[in-house]
């Protein structure tokens, strides 16, 4: 089921075929995905033993196609949280500053994309991000 995502990450557009016609609906998503590093989900754990072999592991890590894996930007292993920390009752921060930071975030990008017909970095093609890169002194890719 993921395969069939490949295309519309890339291109932006889901198109349906059917006997009676095509039809082409816009499709730009971000994709937020996780799992488990292998199947006990233990593999890597700081305290707790990974129960599976090595071949159970690459196994289930190779569930997910390279493609598929090349349209994902960012990949972040994350450690487990222990249930004391997700228990807490501190406040945290509260949501009004988040989306003040947010809004500053998207008017920056907005400042960066005048002219464009860009309005945020997905729609990038690597040639712009090179480009950008070079321009804030770091010429490498994105």
Known sequence: MLEVLRQPLEDGVVTISRASGTITYPAKFMLIGAMNPCPCGYFGHPTKECTC??????RYQKRISGP????????????????????????????????KRVEGARDAQRRRFTGTSLTCNAEMGPSRCVISAVRKGRPRPC
Request: no cysteine.
């Open 53 to 58: 072999s090595n071949t159970m592991v690459s």
């Open 68 to 99: 598929l894996l090349d349209r994902i930007d960012i990949h972040v292993e994350v450690p487990p949280v222990e249930y004391e920390k997700l228990a807490d009752e501190r406040v945290a921060e509260a949501s009004a500053a988040v989306r």
